[in-house]
């Protein structure tokens, strides 16, 4: 069964950066897109960026100059490089891999102070 581990959130000061990382275990192949759901509370879930095996992003307009997504194909493990962080990215984050269907991560909290 696949499954995918998140790590890298936390609280951050406004301004500051943080990096998320997600690997997918159980998995023989490439996911033909990965990337990155965010929920706020009382918010509903929205695309922060993905990316295909051939590296073609594609990000919210919200966080473009500011995040950067990459992945290791061979390993299935996708990125997320958070700079310039604002109060107004607090939220959990999702990722999440896709080819016949979706898989999702546990989610981990990333909280921006002012």
């Known amino acids: 069964q696949v499954q995918l581990v998140e790590s890298g959130g936390g609280l951050v000061q406004a301004g500051g950066s943080l990096r998320l990382s997600c690997a997918a275990s159980?998995?023989?192949?490439?996911?033909?897109?990965m990337g990155w759901y965010r929920q706020a509370p009382g918010k509903q879930r929205e695309l922060v960026a993905s990316i295909g095996t051939g590296g073609s992003t594609n990000y919210a307009d919200s966080v473009k100059g500011r995040f950067t997504i990459s992945r290791t194909n061979a390993k299935n493990t996708v990125y997320l490089q958070m700079n310039s962080l604002k109060p107004e990215d607090t939220a959990v984050y999702y990722c999440?891999?896709?080819?016949?269907?979706?898989?999702w991560g546990q989610g981990t909290q990333v909280t921006v102070s002012s």
């Open positions: 999440y891999a896709l080819r016949y269907s979706y898989v």
């Open positions: 159980g998995s023989s192949f490439s996911f033909n897109t």
